[in-house]
Nanobody, 125 residues
């Protein structure tokens, strides 16, 4: 059973940066897709960035494109989300998720059914 632990959240002013990390443990050989999701109070969880574990084009939601960068270090079993030019609308609990094949980045985010605990990001204007 996979376990994922997210960290790196915090409070920053608008325009600032944070780097989130998601460390995966357990059996990771079946992971095909990983992603970062967020959920603000009163809103549905949304996927913001995703990556195929074996390479390929990452996915970014329009709201974060050009500001967030997703990356992975397979040797460290860690996924990152570099968040720059943060805005107040980015305030949310951020979660990392994983999926086996078949999986989809964006859209319905099909296949994602493994979730880590969240890390809070608060951006003040």
């Amino acid at each position: 059973q996979e376990q994922m632990v997210a960290s790196g959240g915090g409070s920053v002013q608008a325009g600032g940066s944070l780097r989130l990390s998601c460390v995966v443990s357990g059996n990771t050989t079946t992971r095909a897709c990983m992603g970062w999701f967020r959920q603000a109070p009163g809103k549905l969880r949304e996927g913001v960035a995703g990556i195929y574990t074996r390479g390929g084009m990452p996915y970014y939601a329009d709201s974060v494109k050009g500001r967030f960068t997703i990356s992975q270090d397979n040797a460290k079993k860690t996924m990152y989300l570099q968040m720059d030019s943060l805005q107040s609308d980015d305030t949310a609990m951020y979660f990392c998720g994983a999926a086996r094949l078949p999986c989809m980045l964006g859209g319905t985010w099909g296949g994602f059914n493994y979730w880590g605990q969240g890390t809070q990001v608060t951006v003040s204007s």
